[in-house]
């Protein structure tokens, strides 16, 4: 598997950070979100979320952080992210990537969105926990010091925020990703589950899907590298044999990221001019169909060359004040 960061990063991170190979924390915290607590959901108002914090962390050195915003699936626990902390670990020990803190909330079927139904998530990560997590831990308060991770229905909130929060994130990694170019299947959560209204509203699914964000994107200055990872055995929704028409295999993920990637980086968004046969201008992603299925066969290799393809393509590493 070809990493862009390894041959780069080594040497310097090895020769700064001196870690052991495992993470010195984490933990689970909560916090009170004045979204939550003022929105519609009388059972929202605190946000938990999972803390990482590396091996040699110092809150009171003169280091400064990247941070990584991991965004669960669906019904999606504090433990969601429980799989990839030992690769996490592992990469930091051996210079892969290098220390890096970990913020994983926690927001149940949300979809990453505000709604009715899961309260508003989305309003209380941007407004409520990125401010909470610059305030009261040692990170790189900008852009370049933050990335997003999400796997299935966390893929859709990372292309999401990536695409109307570009002043917010220097990158981010899709494994998975629950993603439709167009309306999602009568069976999806995005339509069963109150996310994008209950009942389900087409019209809210169609302002916050992706191509609705592609054009005020395009027209901003800051580009996000996307890495864009499924399975060629991903969730395959002719399975679910249900309220589906025949050619149901044009919702599954595999085919959903293929029309993500091509959207963002061969489709010239920008509206640029080039001359036959150049390369036509796109915005930053890398895709990768590879062997395995809607799992941690797929997202496991994909969160670790995800995090390598972040650090070599604007997340900054570490800083000294």
Same mark, same amino acid.
Do not use: C
């Given at each position: 598997?070809?990493?862009?960061?390894?041959?780069?990063?080594?040497?310097?991170?090895?020769?700064?950070?001196?870690?052991?190979? #495992?993470? &010195?924390?984490?933990?689970?915290?909560?916090? +009170?979100?004045?979204?939550?607590?003022?929105?519609?959901?009388?059972?929202? @108002?605190? /946000?938990?979320?999972?803390?990482? $914090?590396?091996?040699?962390?110092?809150?009171?050195?003169?280091? =400064?952080?990247?941070? $990584?915003?991991?965004?669960?699936?669906?019904?999606?626990?504090?433990?969601?992210?429980?799989?990839?902390?030992? #690769?996490?670990? *592992?990469?930091?020990?051996?210079?892969?990537?290098?220390?890096? #803190?970990?913020?994983?909330?926690?927001?149940?079927?949300?979809?990453?969105?505000?709604?009715?139904?899961?309260?508003?998530?989305?309003?209380?990560?941007?407004?409520?926990?990125?401010?909470?997590?610059?305030?009261?831990?040692?990170? #790189? +308060?900008?852009?370049?010091? =933050? %990335?997003?991770?999400?796997? *299935?229905?966390? @893929?859709?909130?990372?292309?999401?925020? @990536?695409?109307?929060?570009?002043?917010?994130?220097?990158?981010?990694? /899709?494994?998975?990703? %629950?993603? &439709? !170019?167009? &309306?999602?299947?009568?069976?999806?959560?995005?339509?069963?589950?109150?996310?994008?209204?209950?009942?389900?509203?087409?019209? =809210?699914?169609?302002?916050?899907?992706?191509? %609705?964000?592609?054009?005020?994107?395009?027209?901003?200055?800051?580009?996000?590298?996307?890495?864009?990872?499924?399975?060629?055995?991903?969730?395959?929704?002719?399975?679910?044999?249900?309220?589906?028409?025949?050619?149901?295999?044009?919702?599954?993920?595999?085919? &959903?990221?293929?029309?993500?990637?091509?959207?963002?980086?061969?489709?010239?968004?920008?509206?640029?001019?080039?001359?036959?046969?150049?390369?036509?201008?796109?915005?930053?992603?890398?895709? =990768?169909?590879?062997?395995?299925?809607? @799992?941690?066969?797929?997202?496991?290799?994909g969160f670790s060359?995800?995090? %390598?393809?972040?650090f070599a393509n604007g997340l900054s590493?570490?800083? !000294?004040?």
């Amino acid at each position: 598997m070809f990493n862009p960061a390894r041959g780069l990063l080594v040497p310097a991170l090895i020769g700064t950070f001196m870690v052991p190979a #495992i993470a &010195q924390e984490v933990s689970v915290e909560t916090m +009170a979100s004045p979204a939550l607590a003022s929105d519609d959901n009388p059972e929202t @108002g605190d /946000l938990s979320y999972t803390l990482y $914090l590396p091996a040699g962390y110092e809150a009171d050195g003169d280091t =400064r952080y990247p941070v $990584l915003y991991l965004l669960h699936g669906s019904g999606g626990e504090a433990d969601a992210w429980d799989d990839f902390w030992p #690769i996490l670990d *592992s990469m930091i020990a051996e210079g892969t990537v290098p220390p890096v #803190i970990a913020v994983a909330p926690v927001t149940g079927n949300s979809y990453w969105v505000d709604s009715a139904a899961f309260g508003a998530a989305e309003t209380a990560v941007k407004k409520d926990l990125i401010p909470h997590i610059d305030e009261t831990l040692p990170t #790189i +308060a900008e852009r370049d010091g =933050r %990335a997003l991770v999400g796997f *299935s229905m966390g @893929g859709y909130g990372a292309a999401r925020y @990536g695409l109307a929060y570009p002043d917010l994130f220097a990158a981010a990694t /899709l494994l998975s990703p %629950a993603l &439709q !170019q167009g &309306q999602p299947p009568a069976t999806a959560g995005a339509v069963s589950r109150g996310s994008f209204g209950d009942p389900y509203d087409p019209t =809210r699914w169609d302002e916050l899907n992706y191509p %609705a964000l592609i054009g005020p994107y395009a027209a901003q200055d800051h580009r996000v590298p996307f890495f864009i990872v499924a399975g060629d055995d991903d969730w395959n929704h002719l399975s679910e044999k249900e309220d589906l028409p025949a050619d149901a295999t044009k919702y599954n993920m595999e085919v &959903q990221a293929v029309a993500f990637y091509t959207a963002l980086h061969r489709e010239n968004i920008f509206d640029a001019e080039f001359e036959k046969w150049e390369e036509v201008p796109a915005s930053p992603a890398e895709l =990768r169909i590879v062997d395995g299925g809607h @799992g941690m066969d797929v997202w496991a290799g994909g969160f670790s060359e995800g995090l %390598a393809y972040m650090f070599a393509n604007g997340l900054s590493a570490p800083t !000294q004040d």
